[in-house]
């Protein structure tokens, strides 16, 4: 039997979310850039409540309180994470004062001979702004449609598990990787030699403007997360496109996808080798989530430990989330007729 406390209770998830609070505490620490005695103090808060959580949801006490740690669960790591995003503003400068844009540019030129946001320059009409611009702000619809969902409805199963490790395997890689290739983009290394500057746009361009004053992290180019971030959904949703509501988006997913990857190089805000590293991080996040989250699954059975999520809400999930898609008939066999 597992000790009350142990760690061997906690799911993968708990612990790359905690080592990555832990990673950016410790940064914050040995920062040199300013402000990270303030950075320090959020991560650190951020850490506390999200071990606490923890500890309380997977000890046998809370299970008295089902629906209650359930609920506390899901918001916490939820919230957690989006808090630590935007508190990236801060944190990101307090660690490091390193700026590495030329040295991004130079692995372009090596790997590639051009650079995109030099390169397309001439294509730039406002037209085009506003539809690269339009798939950029789906980003966050792309998240949001799926996490919060998913979060509500996904119910205890595998689905919800993989769907949650592997999303917070692309967040937390390419934050912390923030911490080592520190950049603004094409848009700052190459001001003043566009012929189109800046960037002529409507309503959608505004959007995404305002919205990255507001909560963007800064220094964050390698990877591109908004790269990773819908691949990763696209990929996923591949996957299970045996399972609805995959079965239908997934080439849905795929276009927007690549729509918004177009975005983040004619947009100016990533260098191509960005893209890649966003990419592949994608897909190591898919394999990882389905291979992790499956082994693990079985484990947590076989020691009798209560599964990585616990239901919620009375479980909608063969209709929502996770279902098999029905089989199609075969219309070459006559027993399958109608």
Not at 18 to 28: E, Q
Not at 34 to 53: C, D, E, I, R
Not at 316 to 324: D, E, L, M
Request: hydrophobic letters at 55%; charged letters at 10%; glycine letters at 8%.
């Amino acid at each position: 039997m597992i000790h009350p406390l142990s760690l061997r209770r906690w799911a993968s998830l708990d612990v790359l979310l905690a080592s990555y609070y832990g990673v950016f505490v410790l940064a914050a620490c040995f920062g040199s850039g300013p402000n990270h005695a303030l950075a320090m103090k959020g991560m650190s808060a951020n850490l506390v409540v999200f071990v606490a959580t923890v500890a309380f949801h997977r000890s046998d006490v809370a299970e008295r309180f089902s629906l209650f740690k359930s609920a506390l669960y899901r918001t916490v790591l939820f919230a957690a994470f989006l808090t630590s995003y935007l508190q990236l503003q801060i944190v990101l400068p307090s660690v490091t004062s390193r700026i590495l844009d030329a040295q991004v540019y130079a692995v372009d030129l090596a790997l590639f001979g051009f650079e995109p946001a030099l390169a397309w320059d001439r294509f730039v009409t406002p037209a085009r702004v506003e539809w690269f611009a339009f798939f950029y702000y789906l980003h966050f619809f792309v998240l949001s449609s799926h996490v919060v969902p998913l979060m509500l409805f996904g119910g205890r199963g595998k689905l919800l598990a993989s769907f949650t490790l592997g999303i917070l395997i692309v967040f937390c890689t390419g934050h912390l990787t923030y911490l080592l290739v520190p950049g603004y983009g094409p848009f700052w290394l190459f001001r003043g030699q566009f012929t189109h500057e800046p960037l002529p746009g409507g309503t959608f361009w505004h959007m995404v403007q305002t919205a990255v004053a507001a909560g963007g992290a800064g220094k964050d180019i390698f990877p591109s997360l908004h790269t990773a971030g819908p691949s990763f959904v696209a990929m996923f949703a591949f996957v299970h496109r045996r399972t609805r509501p995959f079965c239908w988006t997934w080439p849905v997913l795929v276009f927007i996808a690549a729509n918004i990857i177009g975005a983040t190089l004619f947009l100016r805000w990533h260098y191509i080798v960005d893209v890649v590293a966003g990419l592949a991080l994608a897909a190591a996040a898919t394999a990882a989530s389905v291979h992790i989250s499956s082994n693990e699954a079985v484990w947590r059975a076989k020691a009798g430990l209560a599964p990585v999520f616990d239901e919620f809400l009375p479980n909608p999930a063969p209709a929502v989330f996770g279902a098999a898609e029905t089989p199609r008939k075969s219309l070459g066999d006559p027993r399958n007729q109608s």
